[in-house]
Nanobody, 125 residues
Framework: QVQLVESGGGLVQPGGSLRLSCTASGFTLDNYAIGWFRQAPGKEREGVICISSSDAITEYIDSAKGRFSISRDNAKNTVYLQIHSLNPEDTGVYYC??????????????????WGQGTQVTVSS
């Protein structure tokens, strides 16, 4: 059974950092791009950043540049999202999702096939 499980979310103060994990089971991530998405309350899901099967990185939103980093550990079948300098606008549910080989150009959720259940990130003092 193909499954993605996100973890690492929680409550963090503004300016803090988090590392989210996306672990796959039922398949190996080697040939897949993994995108991270987020959905804030009352807003549409948006693409944040993606790493391709060859480790090329695509940043979908300006606020990701310099604060978000993505990496993969194929031996652990896991992709990580490191977020620094968190602010309240980063609050939302963070999801990971797969695409075959390449990241989509614009980060549209419809370009990604398998999804995890999401992990909540809340930035608040």
């Amino acid at each position: 059974q193909v499954q993605l499980v996100e973890s690492g979310g929680g409550l963090v103060q503004p300016g803090g950092s988090l590392r989210l994990s996306c672990t796959a089971s039922g398949f190996t991530l080697d040939n897949y791009a993994i995108g991270w998405f987020r959905q804030a309350p009352g807003k549409e899901r948006e693409g944040v950043i993606c790493i391709s099967s060859s480790d090329a990185i695509t940043e979908y939103i300006d606020s990701a540049k310099g604060r978000f980093s993505i990496s993969r550990d194929n031996a652990k079948n896991t992709v990580y999202l490191q977020i620094h300098s968190l602010n309240p606008e980063d609050t939302g549910v963070y999801y990971c999702a797969t695409a075959l080989y390449f990241c989509s150009t614009y980060g549209s959720p419809g370009d990604y096939r398998y999804w995890g259940q999401g992990t909540q990130v809340t930035v608040s003092s």
